[in-house]
């Protein structure tokens, strides 16, 4: 089992940035944690990607340049520095991680989500 907690959202003006962050709490069969990312959802809309980091990083093409997906692995935790926010952005932002048990299970978590709410 894996618990992500949330934190960082909010409410900011267009071009202004937040940072949000994930840390993860691993028990049971467990052994790795790999990919960790941000998903998003819109009102209205489908989950989307935002970021994720594992053996590679991948960015959604509307997040490029501006936003930057960071881990401390030591800590089981992922970060994403939002800069020049859009009112676009607006969404419920999830963390996700992927995990291997000790038999290399594969399993995929999600957090509770945090609100990130752009101004115009």
């Known amino acids: 089992q894996v618990q992500l907690v949330e934190s960082g959202g909010g409410l900011v003006q267009a071009g202004g940035s937040l940072r949000l962050s994930c840390v993860a709490s691993a028990s049971g069969s467990i052994f790795r944690i790999n990919t960790m990312g941000w998903y998003r959802q819109a009102p209205g809309k489908q989950r989307e990607l935002v970021a994720t980091?594992?053996?590679?990083?991948r960015y959604a093409d509307s997040v490029k340049g501006r936003f930057t997906i960071s881990r401390d692995n030591a800590k089981n935790a992922v970060f994403l520095q939002m800069n020049s926010l859009k009112p676009e952005d607006t969404a419920v932002y999830y963390c996700?991680?992927?995990?291997?048990?000790?038999?290399?299970?594969?399993?995929?978590?999600w957090g509770q989500g945090t609100r990130v709410t752009v101004s115009a």
């Open positions: 980091r594992g053996d590679s990083t």
């Open positions: 996700n991680a992927g995990a291997w048990d000790t038999l290399r299970n594969p399993y995929n978590y």
